[in-house]
Each structure stands twice: as C-alpha cells, then as structure tokens.
C-alpha cells in the first residue's frame, strides 16, 4: 500500500502540521496567560492541538492506524464542540479552533477530518487499485 | 486602512498563484522555472512585508492592536512558502503542487486577518 507520505497524504500531513503549530501557538498564548478567564475552552484548544500534533506525526511515519483514530477523534470533537459552542455561546467567549464547527478558520476544521478519513478509509479498504487513485 | 498598497499586491498575486497551481495540479503538471521564480518574487514580496508590518506600530497609531498576534500572522505569511517546499521538493507530482498549493493560498486570508486586526483592533 502506499505510504501515508505520499500523494493527498503529504497534503493533508502538510495542512495537519499547520493546524498543529497554529493550534499549539494559540492555546499556549490562552493557557498561560489567560487561563482563571475560561480553563475550559483553552484546555479544549490544547487538547486540539495534542490531537493536530498525533495526526501530523502519524501521517509522516505511515502510521495510518494512528492517524485514523486521530482523524476520528478530531472529526468527534468538531461536531461536538462546535454543537456545543452554537447551542451554548456563553461558555465560549474566547474562540477556540473548534467552536462554531471551526468557521474561524474557513470550516477547514471541520472539512480536513472528513477527507482525512475518506482518504485513510479508502486506502484501507479499496478497490482494485487503490493506489492509482492518488498518483 | 488595514491593508497597506503592497499587502493589496501580495494578494493580487497570491490568489492569482493559487489560481495557477490549481490549474498544474489539474493538468497533472509539475512547477516549472516560471512559476518557481514568481513564487520566489512573492516570498520576497512577503519578507519585505514583514519587516514593514514591524516598523508599522512606530509610524502609525497602533493602539489596541495584539501585537503577538500581528507579529505571529505577519511571520506566518513569511514562512509558508518556503514551509511548503520543504514539504514538498521529494514529491515532484500532484502531491508535491498541493502542498505549494495549500501554502500559498493560506496567505491571501492571512493577508486580509492582517488588514481586519489592525483595523478593528480585535
């Protein structure tokens, strides 16, 4: 099988790697400075971040196990944090990169996860050729 | 105004980069010199703009403006694209465009976050 280093997966590894410095710069700046304001959030954008730094790894090491679940856990904790933000705006005064389903960063929080894990997805389990469809 | 006549520049010219990558990786075609040397020009483009991003809170009222975060978007702009051929200078194929493809067309948003930061100061 080709490697996750590859084709789509170098891009998505690429993009993850930014999220990860980007989300990591961002919940450190909150939780150091700012953290008796509102824990719950900025440990929800360490966490985050924590998850951007797995799926980065993963994906430049061929571990498309650990990707996978990565990928998956950032798919759940989008949808959830996001519903949660809409539903209770209060508890989110200072963004995070996942409230509001990531419309702060273009939804591209919500869209990678989700060609993470077609992509993951169909090189496990594709067709006949699967490798061709990413060369 | 938020943006200044060389961040409009960079814009013009990172959407237009973007445009064009996109049309390589359709093509299945890989960067050639050309698009090389005009990505080169906005890097510098960029750097010049970073430097003069710098000295922009001394000339002009920069009250309320977060400098981390000013400084942070402003240094983001100036390493993408040399991020992004790192990245991707051992896949001279599709992959490898995506990853130049992907830096460069983060940087016309990071250019309007940039002109929106200074000038609601938020």
């Known amino acids: ?135 | 105004m938020g943006l200044t006549w060389l961040m409009g520049l960079l814009l013009i010219a990172t959407v237009a980069a973007s445009a064009w990558l996109l049309w390589l990786i359709l093509r299945d075609v890989s960067p050639g010199p050309g698009t090389e040397k005009a990505l080169l020009w906005i890097e510098v483009g960029l750097v010049v703009n970073l430097v003069a991003g710098v000295i922009r809170p001394f000339v002009q009222d920069a009250e309320g403006v977060s400098m981390p975060t000013w400084i942070g978007y402003l240094v983001t702009t100036a390493v993408l694209i040399p991020l992004g051929y790192i990245w991707s200078v051992k896949e001279r194929n599709r992959g490898g465009t995506g990853v130049l493809l992907v830096a460069v067309v983060t940087i016309p948003v990071l250019l309007v976050r940039l002109g929106q930061i200074w000038t609601l100061r938020g």
């Open chain 1, 1 to 135: 099988m080709a490697s996750t280093t590859t084709g789509l997966g170098r891009v998505l590894a690429f993009v993850y790697g930014i999220f990860a410095i980007s989300a990591t710069g961002r919940s450190s700046v909150q939780l150091l400075t700012k953290f008796d304001e509102a824990p719950i959030p900025y440990l929800l954008s360490g966490l985050a971040a924590l998850i951007y730094i797995v799926a980065t790894w993963a994906l430049l090491t061929d571990r498309a196990g650990i990707a996978l679940v990565a990928v998956a856990v950032e798919l759940v904790g989008v949808l959830a944090i996001g519903a949660d933000s809409v539903w209770r705006p209060e508890r989110y005064d200072d963004a995070t990169v996942w409230s509001g389903f990531g419309d702060g960063y273009g939804y591209v929080p919500l869209v990678l996860p989700i060609v993470g894990l077609i992509w993951l997805l169909r090189r496990q389990f594709g067709s006949a050729a699967p490798a061709a469809a990413d060369r």
